[in-house]
Structures are given as C-alpha cells and as structure tokens.
C-alpha cells in the first residue's frame, strides 16, 4: 500500500459526489461499521454546521475535491507518518 498524503485536522472536502463539505476532524481511526472494525483514514463533519452524533468515515480516495487544507508545520509531518504505519497495519483488515 503505497503512502497517504494524510490531510490536516480542520481541512475541508469534498467527498465522492456529495454536494456538502466536509471538516475532517478524526484521522487514522478505527470504527465500527455493519458490526465489524474496519480501518478509516477519516472522520468528519458537515461543514458549517456543527458536530452530530456520528461522523462520517472514509478513506483518502474518497475525497474528490480539497476546498481548504489545514494547517500543517513538523508536528504535522511526524503525526502523518505515525498514521502511515497505522494504516498500513489496519488496512488491509477490511
């Protein structure tokens, strides 16, 4: 599996043919999904409006289009490579 160019919290998408944005406010995360845990890259919100009881999960090929992208400095650069190796040992579970 080749590398993810993970995408900052707060960045905005959006997602497969999907008219509303999203705020990805979750990455590299685990979760439940038709009673099995499966591996997600992201989780996010509607944008603007406000956190709801759950997120929407989906992976990076999900994103068609990046309408905002976040901050990123050498914190960044190290938390995206820790969730590489996340992702390359939970991925391949779905």
């Known amino acids: 599996m080749e590398e993810i160019n993970f995408l900052p919290l707060g960045s905005v998408v959006l997602w497969k043919d999907e008219a509303k944005k999203l705020v990805i406010v979750q990455r590299g995360t685990m979760v ?6 499966v591996y997600r890259d992201y989780g996010a919100t ?25 901050y990123r400095d050498d914190a960044e650069t190290a938390i995206v490579k820790q969730l590489n190796e996340f992702a390359q040992k939970h991925r391949g579970d779905e």
């Open 32 to 37: 439940e999904l038709g009673g099995k845990e």
């Open 46 to 70: 509607i944008y603007p409006e406000d956190l709801q009881d759950e997120l929407i999960y989906f992976n990076h090929s999900d994103i068609t289009k990046v309408i905002f992208e976040g």
